[in-house]
């Protein structure tokens, strides 16, 4: 590569009724396109057949990140004006990275109110991107009068309202701190983990708080240039453990998303050892980046010249994948959040 990556490489066609606008019934009955990544070659299945495609001594690696109703609609209380706030990140107890629109007239000192005023704020400072730092007040526990005030902040492309809060939200999520859901997993239900778990593949869950910044678009022609954004993310000793036992055994890792695989290949070595730790990361990756613990990847479909189409490239390679997408397109999948999945093995 000579320092130049366009980012026109990673577009594809998408007619706009394919993007998913709510979710299956069943998780678990959604599409599952499977790419063979040394191929090329494709098929399709529905998602509870997961099972035929990994084998006893493998390891399923997910992230129990759980989403927080992190969309907060209210008013300014010297105007009235309406206010939307998305909670980014909590820097301490009650002061939080947002961002806030109609943001330009919410300077430092604005005064905001929720829920005629059970919940107030208050904007501290503006930091990178325009963003608010803002101070909350209220009476009892934030995390019950956010749940009772707050809307799952959905990727602006879903359009929909969301009838059912738990809907994106995967069944396993326990760590609450993340804007936005780690897709790939909302297709698994408590029954398909157990039968994965009774044939005797192992399962390891991280932790990475998905930011907004994911849904973000590269801006660079040059996607090299591309600064990648900064997500919290934890791996447990129990966790380190499993997964690097399993290399050594001769199982394969298998991810449940992106920001799967983007945690264990950040807490691992340079020979592959996965360490336990915490801490931020914006590792990007894309084709030429060469995978230190994944072996397989089950996915979403993601939206033209993302990061995300560029993480799957990486693994299963440009032209494989943009095949795989327009054979999806074909076949009419489901795209993005609440669509359907694909495993690249």
Not at 70 to 85: Q, S
Not at 152 to 175: E, F, S, W
Request: hydrophobic share 40%; proline share 4%; charged share 25%.
């Amino acid at each position: 590569m000579d320092g130049v990556l366009p980012k026109s490489d990673f577009y594809y066609e998408l007619p706009p009724e394919l993007i998913a606008q709510d979710p299956l019934e069943d998780r678990s009955s959604s599409r599952l396109l499977v790419l063979d990544k040394h191929t090329g070659a494709v098929s399709h299945h529905v998602f509870r057949e997961i099972t035929e495609f990994l084998q006893p001594g493998d390891c399923l690696v997910l992230n129990n990140t759980k989403v927080i109703p992190a969309r907060l609609l209210g008013v300014r209380e010297d105007t009235g004006a309406h206010v939307e706030v998305l909670l980014l990140k909590r820097r301490e107890a009650d002061v939080w990275e947002t961002l806030v629109k109609p943001g330009k007239k919410c300077r430092p000192g604005a005064r905001l109110s929720f829920g005629d005023g059970i919940l107030q704020a208050e904007v501290l400072e503006v930091v990178e991107e325009g963003n608010r730092l803002i101070r909350f007040t209220f009476d009892g526990i934030f995390e019950e009068v956010l749940d009772r005030l707050g809307e799952m902040p959905l990727p602006p492309y879903i359009t929909h309202k969301l009838q059912d809060k738990n809907r994106y939200q995967t069944v396993y999520a326990r760590q609450e701190g993340s804007a936005a859901a780690p897709t790939a997993g909302l297709h698994f239900t408590e029954e398909l983990l157990e039968q994965i778990e009774a044939k005797g593949i192992r399962t390891a869950y991280v932790t990475l708080h998905v930011g907004l910044g994911t849904f973000r678009p590269v801006k660079e022609e040059n996607v090299l240039n591309h600064h990648m954004h900064s997500e919290y993310y934890e791996v447990s000793e129990e966790t380190a453990s499993l997964i690097n036992r399993t290399k050594a055994e001769g199982g394969r890792i298998v991810c449940v998303g992106t920001t799967s695989c983007r945690t264990i290949e950040s807490a691992a070595d340079e020979k592959g050892i996965v360490r336990a730790g915490s801490g931020n990361t914006d590792i990007f990756i894309y084709p030429g980046y060469q995978f230190r613990v994944l072996d397989a990847l089950i996915t979403n479909f993601h939206l033209p010249e993302s990061t995300l189409v560029m993480l799957v490239s990486a693994l299963a390679g440009r032209e494989h994948v943009l095949n795989a997408y327009e054979e999806a397109v074909r076949e009419r999948y489901r795209f993005f959040s609440f669509g359907d999945a694909m495993l690249i093995i």
